[in-house]
């Protein structure tokens, strides 16, 4: 296992990179990071028009990119945010009164069928949508995808930062919905349709690829809004906005440099979710990470095992009801049995050693923790749903 804990300064715009760029991993000598990750961090570092590559503690392996890294280059190469452009975390304000997990785990929608403009035409859920759909993209639109994605409904825990806290309408024992997905198809297509091309080298026209791929950032953020108003909804309250969205996998243009994030979430002056697992808290910090670490913070716990090491061990050590109720208490809502498996907490680093590395390298300062009461990944499709009662209205008033 490899770590490297040396800031080492950061090339300033002025001056081209004119030989491999700096690496600077951000984690304790305690921290679990893998070689390999590492190894892609150097690997990217020798990219052309490379200049500092700033890994965070959650940093694991990607496909041919590191995940958990920020990455400042004169050259812009769209696979190094992936094809899951604008994917990010939004937090917004709940406003229920009781909150009973069996129960509202039972109430959840099914939010893998996407909303249609005109069977769904009625669903007031698309209130949130203001002006046009980013590239006129329908497909999977209130949908959260599966991987790592989902929604979940918590709790404020611990407060550390009270007045930061109130600002954001925040206190001990607040309901929130946590919404993490991306661009669905779009960034896809995007990526898919560089590669074809142009496999994992630059963007021949980097204004035509940002202008897609700012789309697909737009896109993403409103499907966060449409996923938390269909679950709102649901629930039986109102749906808000989000107090804290920002998206972790994404192309930034500074000080004319392009600064790729690939599982690192802005954090220069940002607030930012960083997940925890199915099983543990999230945290809300408050970002200040500066140029070393290319203004980037984690955006979650990160894997330390792969999918299909932790479906092998999960299945030797957890059974099914075990993964679907977590040691806190929280219920976990996905029929996909291997996802389950997949997404364990076990798989993942420990939230708290990630933060505690932020903390140490000052690049954040913890606000308020998350504590997860329903997570949502997939459909329970064991269980019969609720009947929407705008089903009824919507047969009567169509042939």
């Known amino acids: 296992m490899s770590q490297q804990h040396s800031r080492q300064e950061f090339l300033p715009p002025s001056i081209p990179a004119t030989g491999p760029a700096t690496v600077a991993v951000f984690a304790s000598p305690t921290s679990w990071i893998e070689s390999d990750a590492v190894a892609q961090c150097h690997q990217v570092a020798a990219l052309d028009g490379m200049m500092h590559v700033a890994a965070m503690p959650d940093l694991h392996p990607g496909k041919g990119a590191p995940i958990g890294a920020a990455m400042a280059s004169t050259v812009l190469y769209p696979f190094l945010v992936g094809s899951d452009i604008g994917c990010g975390i ?4 709940v406003t229920l009164k009781r909150a009973v997990p069996e129960k509202l785990a039972a109430r959840f929608p099914d939010l893998d069928r996407p909303l249609d403009p005109e069977q769904d035409a009625d669903d007031p859920a698309w209130a949130v949508v203001k002006g046009d759909i980013p590239a006129g993209h329908l497909e999977g639109l ?11 409904l918590a709790r404020i825990g611990t407060v550390s930062e009270p007045d930061h806290a109130s600002r954001l309408g925040l206190a001990t024992g607040d309901l929130v919905l946590i919404v993490h997905s991306g661009s669905r198809g779009l960034g896809e297509r995007i990526l ?9 080298g630059p963007a021949p026209d980097p204004g035509a690829y940002l202008t897609m791929h700012d789309d697909a950032v737009r896109w993403g953020s409103l499907n966060r809004r449409l996923l938390a108003a269909r679950v709102a909804l649901a629930l039986g309250f109102e749906p808000t906005e989000p107090i804290v969205d920002q998206c972790h996998n994404l192309v930034e243009v500074r000080d004319g440099i392009y600064l790729h994030r690939k599982g690192a979430a802005p ?7 960083v997940a925890g697992t199915r099983g543990t808290p999230s945290y809300l910090v408050a970002g200040h990470a500066g140029p070393d670490a290319n203004h980037s913070v984690a955006h979650g716990a990160g894997r330390k095992m792969s999918r299909a090491d932790a479906l092998r061990r999960g299945r030797a050590k957890h059974t099914v ?3 679907r109720r977590t040691p806190m208490g929280s219920l976990v809502v996905c029929g996909d049995r291997q996802l389950l498996f997949e997404e364990a907490p076990t798989a993942y680093k420990r939230i708290e050693q990630v933060i505690a590395d932020l903390v140490d390298h000052d690049l954040a300062t913890p606000v308020a923790t998350t504590i ?13 749903p609720k009947k929407d009662p705008r089903d ?8």
């Open 90 to 93: 939004a937090v917004f304000p």
């Open 142 to 152: 209130g949908t959260v995808g599966r991987g790592n994605h989902f929604v979940e």
């Open 192 to 200: 898919r349709a560089h590669t074809e091309l142009h496999g994992a």
């Open 267 to 273: 954090g220069d002056g940002r607030d930012v979710l």
């Open 321 to 323: 009801e075990e993964l």
């Open 372 to 384: 997860p009461l329903v997570t949502y990944k997939t459909p329970d499709l064991g269980s019969t």
């Open 392 to 399: 009824h209205r919507r047969k009567r008033g169509r042939p």
